[in-house]
């Protein structure tokens, strides 16, 4: 008795303080963040670099220039990127991605300092049937914006021969829609998805006239455990029983460990309707 006493003791003592603390959080060594994607369209694709920064600093994080970027395949192919002219840190190419190949992505700073990472592109089996909009009469009646009532809905197939990892993003005349998460993405495993997609609903609510996108990206099992542990981290509830947040896990290389993001490589889906018509 006199334990528990003493434990809700403590617990009124720490809630009844009203001081704002500053935590005196030990600064960690930079580290640097890479984030790459390269799918099988013949379009650009990309690598961007960025440093990890304080934990009390403000604004978007370092971007990295100067680095020697490059991604090689299982079949002999090399692909050099090169600096945006616009784009501070991002670097780019364009080729076309080949589904069954292993890309390796080796990126060199100027400073010496040297990252790996490799993914594999699985094939994307046809999956979705169709990509439909719905108009949905509650929301009519009242919609929180005037004119957005119309509802994205997707349908299709997923065949259960295998074990599979996929992300879902939707559009809006481009620009991204936000789920829960505020990441702007969904991800699942098969086993979740089940065999039929019966009516997937997009996060926001759409005007007519608006093009409605979808993409449906295969993804890696390293791609899947670390969309995973980010949606973890954004969805934390950062009690104090809650587990300490880590970073989430990365197929990026660096002999100390000094890495963090995800080297990407995905076959994707993509649909598209303009709402209302």
């Known amino acids: 008795m006199k334990r528990i006493l003493l434990i809700i003791s403590t617990v009124l003592v720490l809630f009844g303080c009203e001081e704002p603390i500053q935590l005196d959080i030990d600064q960690t060594p930079t580290r640097y963040v890479i984030d790459g994607l390269i799918t099988d369209e013949?379009?650009?694709?990309?690598?961007?670099?960025?440093?990890?920064?304080?934990?009390?600093a403000e604004g978007n994080t370092p971007r990295v220039s100067g680095a020697v970027v490059e991604v090689s395949d299982d079949t002999g192919n090399t692909y050099f990127f090169a600096e945006s002219e616009t784009e501070k840190g991002k670097y780019e190419t364009e080729f076309e991605g080949v589904p069954g190949r292993t890309y390796s992505l080796a990126v060199t700073l100027p400073d010496g300092?040297?990252?790996?990472?490799?993914?594999?592109?699985?094939?994307m089996p046809p999956i979705v049937d169709s990509l439909v909009w719905e108009i949905d009469e509650k929301e009519r009646e009242d919609p929180d914006d005037?004119?957005?009532?119309?509802?994205?809905?997707?349908?299709?197939?997923?065949?259960?021969?295998?074990?599979?990892?996929?992300?879902?993003?939707?559009?809006?005349?481009?620009?991204?829609?936000?789920?829960?998460?505020?990441?702007?993405?969904?991800?699942?495993?098969?086993?979740?998805i089940g065999e039929f997609i019966y009516g997937l609903e997009a996060p926001e609510y759409y005007k007519e006239g608006d093009?409605?996108?979808?993409?449906?990206?295969?993804?890696?099992?390293?791609a899947f455990l670390f969309y995973n542990d980010l949606n973890n981290i954004v969805n934390g509830d950062g009690g104090m029983?809650?587990?300490?947040?880590?970073?989430?896990?990365?197929?990026?290389?660096?002999?100390?460990?000094?890495?963090?993001?995800?080297?990407q490589v995905s076959a994707v889906e993509r649909s598209s309707i303009i709402v209302g018509e």
Do not use: C, W
């Open 42 to 56: 013949l379009t650009t694709h990309y690598v961007k670099i960025s440093t990890s920064a304080d934990f009390y």
């Open 241 to 263: 029983f809650g587990p300490s947040p880590a970073n989430p896990r990365s197929n990026i290389q660096h002999a100390n460990g000094l890495a963090l993001g995800l080297f």
């Open 211 to 222: 093009e409605a996108q979808f993409e449906m990206y295969r993804l890696s099992r390293d």
């Open 146 to 192: 005037e004119g957005f009532f119309y509802k994205l809905r997707i349908f299709g197939r997923e065949p259960q021969a295998t074990k599979d990892y996929y992300l879902f993003k939707f559009y809006r005349n481009d620009t991204i829609q936000n789920f829960d998460s505020q990441t702007g993405i969904f991800f699942a495993d098969d086993e979740l």
């Open 113 to 123: 300092e040297e990252f790996t990472a490799s993914d594999a592109m699985a094939f």
